[in-house]
């Protein structure tokens, strides 16, 4: 699998398998940036946290982030006040603006030295400015002191661009790696099977009072039901060098719109965004490439990578109780390619919860709220494309089915894997398991 630039410029970590059957307040499934973070505020507040990590830490989705931690996500304010009204739109506003400031002070307070820098963030368009003139009203009701302009950095014409002041970036994985030293976490250590407060990996188990599913995808399907209520969503990033440096950072809201960010001596293009699995019909590096070419011509490509986030039907994640039928269990998850900001909102939110605090119900991160009536129209589209993809297992030319469903698998040419377009699993072309929800191996059917 290509490096992304965080990984190429650090060391992986080396953590010790489970070995053992082990005993913890908090169990913690996922050593991702949702992981790590809810470990490191649980264990601040006094309890005894243990994380199990399939592969290593960082090794998941967010290995391949592009690190921007803003509260500017898409055009998500007026969704939100069009869906849940102010009071929605704002809470969500303000646990995201306040997860940036958390950065921060974590940063500060554990002298973790990670690149991480104040700046702008921009949303653009070339086309029509109405929608981005909408979504700087949603925003400033919601508390975001937006601005619209015209005048950006990047080397190009738009009609409309939203400012956000005071957002920020980092290197993810320089951060995550320091925040988890004081951390219990063992690697190469998969959970295989939860019963009750038992977690169960390949050499040994913890047994937990709490348990929380940090893992991007939750493997287990039922109570919870979160396979038929998220889907993932991939994108494609290419690093270049002697482009130009950026101190703010841009997000094209355009169906062919990109985004742009500075990270050291690199400029990051990421986009191409597709449904896990769906299938390609031309090449997003390619595509990214001649963007880049027209743009800064003396540029050249320094490292590509992919990754994938879940989705969910309204846009908002999924942060709190597992399910009803098990109190002890919880969940962050369905982070919509907006995972830096909504881990910290996650850790805020399930360690206030743990620790006995926190209004659950009237949460708009809430997992069983009540479905907005577009997000009920999202989620039986949904449930379409999965009944249409799972039926052609039925034509026997599809023969590589998924390990978590059943569902027939599509090869991702530039990437080489084997892709679940129901709910986005990825195996490498022998089969072995790249990210779930599935999470065995193709040929351990
Ligand atoms: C191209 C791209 C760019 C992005 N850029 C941004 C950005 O600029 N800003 C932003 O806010 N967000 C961004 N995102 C989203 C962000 O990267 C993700 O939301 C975030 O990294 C998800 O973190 P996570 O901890 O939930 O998942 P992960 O990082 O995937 O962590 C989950 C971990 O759980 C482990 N795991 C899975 N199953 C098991 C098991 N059974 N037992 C034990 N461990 C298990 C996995 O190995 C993995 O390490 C981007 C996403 C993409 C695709």
């Not at 400015?129 to 400033?140: D, G, H, I, T, V």
């Amino acid at each position: 699998m290509p490096k992304s630039i965080w990984e190429k410029n650090t060391a992986m970590s080396e953590r010790n398998r489970l070995e053992k059957d082990i005993k913890a307040d908090i169990c913690i499934i996922g050593a991702g940036m949702a992981g790590i973070l809810a470990g490191y505020m649980l264990q601040k507040r006094g309890f005894d946290v243990v994380i199990l990590e399939a592969e290593h830490i960082g090794s998941g989705q967010t290995r391949g982030t592009t690190a921007k931690i803003t509260s500017q996500h898409g055009l998500i304010y007026s969704r939100l006040y069009k869906n849940f009204g102010s009071a929605g739109a704002w809470q969500y506003a303000s646990a995201n603006e306040s997860a940036i400031d958390a950065y921060e002070q974590i940063i500060h307070e554990e002298h973790i030295s990670c690149d991480f820098k104040r700046c702008a963030s921009y949303l653009y368009t070339q086309k029509s400015p109405e929608s981005l003139e909408k979504e700087a009203e949603a925003a400033r009701i919601s508390g975001i002191p937006a601005r619209l302009t015209k005048e950006i950095e990047l080397p190009m014409d738009v009609s409309a661009a939203l400012e956000f002041p005071n957002q920020a970036s980092f290197h993810p994985l320089k951060f995550l790696y320091a925040l988890s030293e004081n951390l219990t976490v063992f690697e190469n250590s998969r959970v295989v099977d939860i019963h009750g407060r038992s977690v169960k990996t390949g050499h040994g188990k913890v047994w937990a009072k709490y348990i929380i599913f940090a893992c991007h995808f939750p493997f287990v399907n039922i109570p919870g039901y979160y396979f038929m209520r998220l889907y993932q969503e991939r994108s494609y990033v290419l690093a270049l060098k002697q482009a130009m440096k950026l101190e703010n950072y841009y997000y094209g809201i355009d169906s062919d719109g990109l985004s742009f960010r500075s990270a050291g001596n690199d400029l990051l293009i990421s986009g191409g965004n597709h449904r896990a699995g769906a299938g390609l019909s031309e090449s997003p590096y390619r595509l990214h490439s001649e963007t880049a070419a027209k743009l800064w011509p003396d540029a050249f490509t320094s490292a590509h990578w992919s990754a994938q986030d879940c989705m969910s039907p309204d846009g908002i994640p999924y942060i709190g109780h597992f399910s009803k039928k098990k109190p002890n269990w919880y969940v962050a998850t369905g982070f919509g390619k907006w995972g830096m900001s909504s881990s910290m909102v996650s850790a805020k939110i399930l360690s206030n919860l743990i620790s006995g605090h926190g209004d659950i119900q009237r949460d708009i991160f809430y997992p069983q709220r009540e479905l907005c009536a577009e997000a009920m129209t999202g989620y039986l589209k949904n449930g379409l494309h999965t009944v249409k993809d799972f039926s052609k297992y039925l034509i026997p030319k599809h023969r590589k089915v998924c390990t978590h469903l059943g569902c027939p698998l599509t090869w991702n040419p530039e990437e080489e894997t084997y892709e679940c377009p129901c709910h986005g699993s990825r195996f490498d072309s022998e089969g072995h398991l790249i990210s779930g929800p599935a999470q065995k191996n193709l040929h351990c059917q």
